[in-house]
Antibody, heavy 122, light 108 residues
Framework: EVQLVESGGGLVQPGRSLRLSCAAS????????MHWVRQAPGKGLEWVSG????????GYADSVKGRFTISRDNAKNSLYLQMNSLRAEDTALYYC???????????????WGQGTLVTVSS | DIQMTQSPSSLSASVGDRVTITCRAS??????LNWYQQKPGKAPKLLIY???SLQSGVPSRFSGSGSGTDFTLTISSLQPEDFATYYC??????????FGQGTRLEIK
């Protein structure tokens, strides 16, 4: 069974940094692209960033470009999101999501983890 | 960015009803349209990808159709477990992926 477990969320002051992690199991991690998608409290979904299986292709939403960095460690079956210069509008539940099909980036997110909550507030 | 607009924003229906949710893109996205279901306190779940392909394990009462700018998600006979929020998502304009605002399906 595929499992994605996010961690690293918490309360952080504006302008500070936070690093999220996603531990993957139940599939061959280095065969699949991975993504981060967030959801502000009571709001809809927003794709944040994605990374190909070999880290050769990386993309970001305009809202986080230049502030967030996605990375992965295939030896550790882990995905990361380094978030710098955090703003109040970054407050959200951050989900890690696996690409549906191996080897490609189709932006078909399946499955998703349960999320880790990031709250940016002074 | 491509804007995705869902209608209605909320919907009340009864078990056994046939329900249709519409998603409209601000420009043509071919068939690069996906549907997700999210239940309260849970992560979203992929239902339909590439406009009409049913994800493995998803009941056949769910179906998707459309191309270009107009798409629909249809539930042929609502079951109690289908009451949730549904989101469409375009995967045409990468990496500027966008979701619709969601349609909340409630019990009448």
């Amino acid at each position: 069974e595929v499992q994605l477990v996010e961690s690293g969320g918490g309360l952080v002051q504006p302008g500070r940094s936070l690093r999220l992690s996603c531990a993957a199991s139940g599939f061959t991690f280095d065969d699949y692209a991975m993504h981060w998608v967030r959801q502000a409290p009571g709001k809809g979904l927003e794709w944040v960033s994605g990374i190909s299986w070999n880290s050769g292709s990386i993309g970001y939403a305009d809202s986080v470009k230049g502030r967030f960095t996605i990375s992965r460690d295939n030896a550790k079956n882990s995905l990361y999101l380094q978030m710098n210069s955090l703003r109040a509008e970054d407050t959200a539940l951050y989900y890690c999501a696996k690409e549906l099909v191996q080897g490609v980036i189709a932006y078909w997110f399946d499955p998703w983890g349960q999320g880790t909550l990031v709250t940016v507030s002074s | 960015d491509i804007q995705m607009t869902q209608s209605p924003s909320s919907l009340s229906a009864s078990v056994g009803d046939r329900v249709t949710i519409t998603c409209r893109a601000s420009q043509s996205i071919s068939s690069y349209l996906n549907w997700y279901q999210q239940k309260p306190g849970k992560a979203p779940k992929l239902l339909i990808y590439a406009a009409s392909s049913l994800q493995s394990g998803v009941p056949s009462r769910f179906s998707g159709s459309g191309s270009g700018t107009d798409f629909t998600l249809t539930i042929s006979s609502l079951q109690p477990e289908d009451f949730a929020t549904y989101y469409c998502q375009q995967s045409y304009s990468t990496p500027s992926i966008t979701f619709g605002q969601g349609t909340r399906l409630e019990i009448k």
